[in-house]
């Protein structure tokens, strides 16, 4: 092991893409609860709507599978809920 790989940062992966910033904060610290290291990115324009902005959440590729099975298991909201979440379906 080098110097470089001994310091190297984690690959980060994307698990949650949405236009929700609650859905996102949501799940944000779902993942936290558990130990997980969130790595939250907000995109958009502030002074828009929030259905003009969208955040995405990413953890290093070593917590990716236990990250996608925490927010695969977290409740559903209610269906007369109207989140305005559009997801992206690659991820």
Request: hydrophobic share 40%; charged share 25%.
């Amino acid at each position: 092991m080098t110097a470089d790989t001994a310091h190297a940062e984690p690959e980060l992966v994307t698990i949650l893409q949405t236009n929700s910033i609650t859905e996102a904060l949501l799940a944000k610290s779902l993942l936290e609860a558990e130990g997980i290291t969130v790595d939250y990115v907000s995109y958009g324009m502030a002074e828009l709507t929030a259905t003009m902005m969208g955040a995405k959440l990413m953890v290093s590729s070593e917590q990716e599978a236990q990250a996608r099975e925490i927010l695969a298991s977290r409740q559903p909201l209610p269906d007369d809920v109207d989140t305005g979440v559009e997801r992206d379906p690659d991820v």
